[in-house]
């Protein structure tokens, strides 16, 4: 947590105690006001709010169809529970930063507005088990949220992907130009990164989908609640399956973390490599000013800060992760007050990555690239030996020594201040009699690029069959 929430956290809880006094139990004495305050997670718990309550309001109606709770005792909780839900879609709630917890706060203000039949709201259920609803629900529906933002960003993807089919620039291993490319496929790479962090969420969402009410502290409830409803009302795909496992489990949490750190790093990658186009060394881009800044100093600058911000940002994510994993590792089950501090980090990994996503997408859709400059780059540095290798190969020469026989042609060229293209049909004659003037046009950018043909090839009739593809299957359309 920040200093500036830590200190919020203080100067909001130093004047009260209520949620400290509501459950005083077996203690004798009220809590020591330092140790409410440092026992607190009313702070991380605001995204839990709506959940809550939504929670609540379906424990309560299975409550009643059990008959539990009488039906007068249901009408009058459930109201109360509609009014806060009310409030809290119109802004008139008064988040009350004195509660212990989410959990607390919403009793007590129930119990405020509708008297002591509001602490019957906790019948047959423990914060334990809320508490992991609540996580549940908030994290599914942040799941589905990340999949629709990296589904815009695959559609942009596409997009910019259609438009340069035929802009060729070098292809890169260790950051040296290897072999010729489009911007197309170059662009597709990344969706087939993007399309598999959609498939993790997917499958993450799939495991965090059972509801854990109904285990109570550890070992269920004595009273017969219908576990089962609450799961359909909840769209669950069932109710969890061991009361221990219920309530201290934080797999999917974790789970959801991992994901999300693997999508982060994906825009990392992404991030730095629009840097370096963005450079003045390279020049392949360049961003729409909107998306830049300036420098205080030098009025030449146009900085690349988002991308920048969106690479730094992974950082965090990977170290909340981290936490989250450090956090459960020695825990015994089932419920430990340690697992509190698993929300934070997962609520911050959350807003980082969706922020990234939704800057990251119309920043791309906007850039500028430079097909000149991407098209002379991969004239240069010999991008076409390997398919002057293959030519001798496909002769009959063992690729080995074709290998050998086209470097020495390189480093002639590299001496002589030549390229490939315009090295004399003669010194190719006097490396090997099987080259023929046929050579200049197997090693012209274009048919490198072109005669690549085959399935995940960049030439650009398969980039743009893998986009029809990917537009049909993602996004129902097939041109």
């Not at 607190?40 to 839990?48: C, H, K, T």
């Not at 008064?94 to 019948?123: C, S």
């Not at 003045?280 to 830049?292: K, L, R």
């Not at 540095?381 to 074709?402: E, H, Q, S, V």
């Amino acid at each position: 947590m920040s200093k500036s929430n830590k200190s919020n956290k203080s100067s909001k809880t130093n004047n009260s105690n209520k949620s400290a006094k509501t459950l005083t139990g077996r203690m004798a004495a009220e809590i020591n006001e330092d140790v409410h305050n440092f026992n607190q997670s009313i702070i991380e718990d605001r995204y839990l709010l709506e959940v809550d309550i939504m929670g609540s309001i379906t424990h309560v109606i299975m409550l009643s169809e059990q008959e539990i709770l009488t039906e007068e005792e249901a009408e009058q909780i459930l109201n109360g529970l509609g009014g806060i839900l009310e409030d809290l879609s119109t802004g008139k709630l008064e988040y009350d930063y004195e509660a212990e917890d989410v959990h607390m706060m919403v009793e007590n203000l129930l119990i405020e507005r509708i008297g002591d039949v509001g602490g019957k709201l906790h019948t047959a259920r423990s914060r334990n088990d809320q508490v992991a609803l609540d996580l549940r629900l908030y994290a599914r529906s942040e799941i589905i949220d990340t999949m629709n933002s990296l589904l815009d960003l695959q559609r942009v993807i596409l997009e910019v992907a259609e438009k340069h089919t035929e802009t060729i620039m070098p292809g890169y291993t260790h950051l040296q130009r290897a072999q010729p490319i489009t911007l197309a496929h170059h662009l597709m790479a990344y969706l087939e990164m993007f399309s598999r962090d959609e498939s993790r969420l997917h499958d993450c969402f799939l495991r965090t989908n059972f509801s854990p009410l109904g285990a109570g502290a550890l070992a269920g409830t004595t009273f017969p609640i219908d576990r089962k409803m609450v799961a359909k009302q909840l769209d669950f795909a069932a109710p969890t399956r061991n009361s221990l496992d219920s309530v201290s489990d934080r797999d999917f949490c974790i789970e959801l973390g991992s994901c999300l750190a693997i999508v982060a790093m994906h825009l990392s990658r992404f991030a730095e490599e629009l840097i370096l186009w963005c450079s003045w060394e390279f020049q392949f881009a360049e961003m729409h000013d909107s998306f830049a800044t300036s420098s205080s100093i030098m009025p030449q600058k146009k900085n690349p800060d988002v991308a920048e911000l969106v690479r730094g940002k992974t950082g965090k994510v990977y170290g909340n992760l981290m936490a989250m994993l450090t956090i459960m590792k020695g825990l015994p089950l089932a419920y430990n007050k340690d697992m509190q501090e698993i929300k934070q980090p997962l609520f911050d990994s959350l807003g980082e990555v969706q922020e990234s996503l939704d800057i990251f997408t119309p920043m791309l859709q906007t850039m500028k690239f430079n097909k000149e400059n991407m098209r002379k780059a991969a004239a240069q540095g010999f991008l076409n030996a390997t398919d002057c290798a293959d030519y001798l190969t496909k002769k009959g020469m063992a690729f080995r020594t074709a290998y050998r026989l086209v470097g020495e042609l390189v480093n002639f060229c590299i001496k002589n201040r030549c390229t490939l293209d315009e090295l004399p049909i003669e010194e190719y004659r006097a490396k090997s009699p099987l080259f023929e003037r046929d050579i200049y046009e197997v090693i012209s950018i274009e048919n490198c690029v072109k005669n690549r043909g085959i399935i995940g090839g960049p030439a650009a009739k398969m980039v743009k069959n893998t986009i029809r593809l990917v537009k049909s299957e993602k996004f129902g359309k097939g041109k």
